[in-house]
């Protein structure tokens, strides 16, 4: 099954996807704060540029 959910930890890094386009939710994890954005091509490669292993994780689930 494929990923279709990228979960940023840090709203810095969440925040300068977002002024690229990327729109994202919220969602929280206990005291944590996620943010949530859809996957696409364009967006992978750009986090795979410009991003650590440690700053995303890829995902199916979304919490509410």
């Known amino acids: ?10 709203p810095n890094k969440a925040e ?4 690229l386009g990327f729109k ?3 969602e929280r994890c206990g005291d944590v704060i ?3 954005f859809f996957n696409s091509e364009e967006l992978m490669k750009y986090i795979h540029k410009n ?5 995303f ?8």
């Open 16 to 19: 300068e996807l977002a002024k």
């Open 57 to 64: 994780l890829l995902t199916n689930k979304m919490n509410f």
């Open 51 to 55: 991003f650590g292993n440690n700053d």
């Open 1 to 10: 099954m494929e990923k279709n959910l990228i979960k940023v930890l840090n």
């Open 24 to 26: 994202y939710n919220e």
């Open 34 to 36: 996620l943010y949530t």
